[in-house]
C-alpha cells in the first residue's frame, strides 16, 4: 500500500479544506512548487494534486498549476473540475499520470461510457481514469461536495467495474480533515464487494498507526495523505521509509 502526498491549491494557495467546507479553510505558508519539490526530494513517486478551484468550475489556477507541474519529474494524480472528454484528453496529453473524474461521470451517464472506448494511437485514456467517490453516510456527493446522487453507493461502483474501470479514490467525509482515523469501514466494504477493485482511501488520516490500520484491511491499493503531513503528524522520512517496502509499480 503505497502513501500518495496530497496537495489541495485554492486561489494559487496550498490548502485544506474540513468537510469539504469552502468556508473553513486552513492556508500553509508553502508554496504549491516549494511543496512539490519536498516530497520530490525525498523520493516520492506519485504526487496527488487538487485545483479546488477547477472543482467549482472555475480554472483560473490551470495555468499556473500546469506550469509547475510541467517541471516535475513526478507522477501527478490530478483532479479538479474534469467534467469533458476534451478535458480528460488535454490533462492526459499534458503528461498527467491519472486523471481523477467525479461529478461528471456520476451526473452524465454517458460519459463515462465514451470514456471507456476513448483511444488515440497507443493512448488508452481509461487506463489514467481514476473515479473519485466521495461518501458522506454512504451518500455519493459531487460538485465540490456540495451536491448529492440518488445513485447508489455499490450500485455505481458496479457500473463503472462493468465499464472497465478498476481504480476508486474513496473519500470519506465525515473523516476529511479531522484527523480522526480513516474510514476503515467503508473501505472494507467496498473491498468485500468486489474481488477487482483498486482502492485508494482518502480522508482522516492522522498518524501511520491509521496507515498500519488501512493496510491490514489488506488489498488497499494506496491511501492519499494530506493535513497530517501539514500539521506534523505525519513526517515526509516516515511516507519515504514507508513506501521504500511497498511493492508498487507505477
Not at 519529474?73 to 480528460?88: C, N
Not at 496529453?93 to 461521470?105: E, W
Not at 474501470?165 to 484527523?179: P, Q, V, W
Amino acid at each position: 500500500m503505497y502513501i500518495i502526498p496530497a496537495i489541495d491549491v485554492l486561489d494559487k494557495k496550498v490548502v485544506r479544506l474540513r468537510e469539504g467546507n469552502y468556508d473553513d479553510v486552513t492556508t500553509y505558508e508553502i508554496s504549491l512548487e516549494e511543496q512539490i519539490e519536498k516530497y520530490h526530494a525525498n523520493g516520492t513517486e506519485l504526487v496527488h494534486i487538487i485545483d479546488l478551484n477547477g472543482a467549482k468550475g472555475d480554472f483560473s489556477n490551470q495555468e499556473y498549476l500546469f506550469d509547475i507541474i510541467q517541471k516535475t519529474e513526478m507522477k501527478i494524480q490530478y483532479g479538479g473540475g474534469v467534467r469533458s472528454i476534451e478535458k480528460v484528453k488535454e490533462l492526459v496529453d499534458a503528461g498527467i499520470y491519472r486523471v481523477i473524474v467525479g461529478t461528471q461521470a456520476i451526473t452524465n451517464p454517458s460519459f463515462l461510457e465514451e470514456l471507456s472506448t476513448l483511444n488515440e494511437g497507443k493512448v488508452k485514456y481509461a487506463d489514467h481514469i481514476v473515479i473519485a467517490i466521495d461518501v458522506l453516510d454512504e451518500v455519493i456527493k459531487y460538485s465540490g461536495w456540495l451536491e448529492s446522487s440518488p445513485i447508489k453507493l455499490i450500485a455505481y461502483i458496479d457500473k463503472c467495474l462493468a465499464l472497465g474501470f478498476y481504480r476508486f479514490l474513496c473519500t470519506d467525509i465525515s473523516k476529511d480533515g479531522k484527523l480522526g482515523g480513516a474510514g476503515v469501514e467503508l473501505y472494507k466494504k467496498l473491498l468485500d464487494h468486489s474481488p477487482i477493485i483498486k482502492l485508494i482511501g482518502s480522508g482522516g488520516i492522522s498518524s501511520m498507526e491509521d496507515i498500519s490500520n488501512l493496510k491490514a484491511l489488506g488489498r488497499m491499493e494506496s491511501v492519499v495523505v494530506g493535513k497530517a503531513i501539514y500539521e506534523n503528524r505525519i513526517s515526509i522520512e516516515e511516507i519515504k521509509d514507508w513506501n521504500l517496502k511497498s511493492l508498487i509499480n507505477f
